[in-house]
Every structure is written in structure tokens, then in C-alpha cells.
């Protein structure tokens, strides 16, 4: 790659680690407000949760990247705090499946409400254009990066 080609990568690459520090700032500011009900790793139970619907711990362990101990010991305090439940498969009555609870999708809710409004400030900072060039950035970037694209609001979570 020319040199010019490695001074762009080089120029994306700490835009883009500027921006997440931006992004991960104001996703702690959105879970500021729950502080004490969930950690950030419980929360990213609940938006899995919120976003893929009921599973096995097995499978969220999987999808979270921990160990399915660790998965069961955040549901077991998720499920104490009433955010989820716990519910035999309609499949298998062997099998437990984990959902959210009205409780835990209210604070998914409220968490990703307060996330957007704080990205859409951001972004009604700049100047048209630049949000139409930023829009067309990122869907490069997220297509380059294999993430599929958000087709509701409930996808809005931090998983």
C-alpha cells in the first residue's frame, strides 16, 4: 500500500477511535440513570435479551462471549431484580428460557431513549452535509466490518 493509502487508514482509524470515545461517553451518560440497578454487562444481557427475544443461557453466554457460570450468575441477579424471567421452553420442558421482563424492557427502553437523544444533539451540531457524508462513512464502515444494518429502534442497544 502507497504511503498516502497507510496516512488514510492511519487518519480514519484515529477519527474513528475519537469518535467511540465520544460514543462510549455518552452510552455511560445513558446508563447513568439506572446506576445501581444493572451493570453495564447485565445491560448488555437485557438488550440482547430486547433484540434477539427469549433463550437459553447457553446461547446468551455465546452472544455475550462469556462463560455460561457467568451468564447464569447475571441472570440470577437480573431475575432477583425482576428484570427477566425465567420460563420452560414451549419446545422442551427440560429446557429454560430467559425473557425480559416489562421492567427490563422499560430500562432498555429508557437507556436507548436517552442515548439517541444525546447522539442526535451531537449530530444536530453539524452542518447538514457533513451528517449526509457521516451517513454514508458509516454504512461503509459497518458493511466493511460485516455489523448488518439496524431495522428498528430495539436494535438501538449496546450489545
Known amino acids: ?6 496516512t488514510g487508514v492511519d487518519e480514519v482509524t484515529s477519527a474513528l477511535l475519537t469518535a467511540s470515545r465520544l460514543l462510549v461517553a455518552i452510552s455511560v451518560r445513558s446508563l447513568s440513570a439506572v446506576q445501581g440497578a444493572v451493570t453495564l454487562p447485565q445491560f448488555r444481557l437485557l438488550v440482547v435479551l430486547s433484540s434477539q427475544g427469549p433463550a437459553k443461557l447457553v446461547t446468551l453466554a455465546g452472544l455475550l ?34 425473557q425480559l ?11 436507548t431513549a436517552r442515548r439517541r437523544a444525546d447522539i442526535a444533539e ?8 457533513q451528517r449526509h457524508a457521516l451517513v454514508a462513512a458509516l454504512r461503509a464502515f ?13 436494535q438501538l442497544g449496546w450489545t
Do not use: F, H, Y
Not at 1 to 6: L, R
Not at 101 to 111: E, N, S
Not at 142 to 154: I, N
Open 1 to 6: 500500500m502507497s504511503e498516502q493509502g497507510d
Open 65 to 98: 462471549e462469556v462463560n455460561p457460570s457467568t451468564a447464569m450468575r447475571m441472570v440470577d441477579r437480573l431475575a432477583s431484580a425482576g428484570l427477566v424471567d425465567r420460563k420452560a421452553s414451549p419446545d422442551s420442558g427440560r429446557e429454560i428460557r430467559i
Open 101 to 111: 421482563t416489562g421492567a427490563g424492557r422499560g430500562i432498555v427502553d429508557d437507556v
Open 122 to 129: 451531537v449530530v444536530s451540531r453539524m452542518p447538514a452535509g
Open 142 to 154: 459497518t458493511d466493511a466490518g460485516g455489523e448488518p444494518p439496524v431495522t428498528s429502534l430495539a
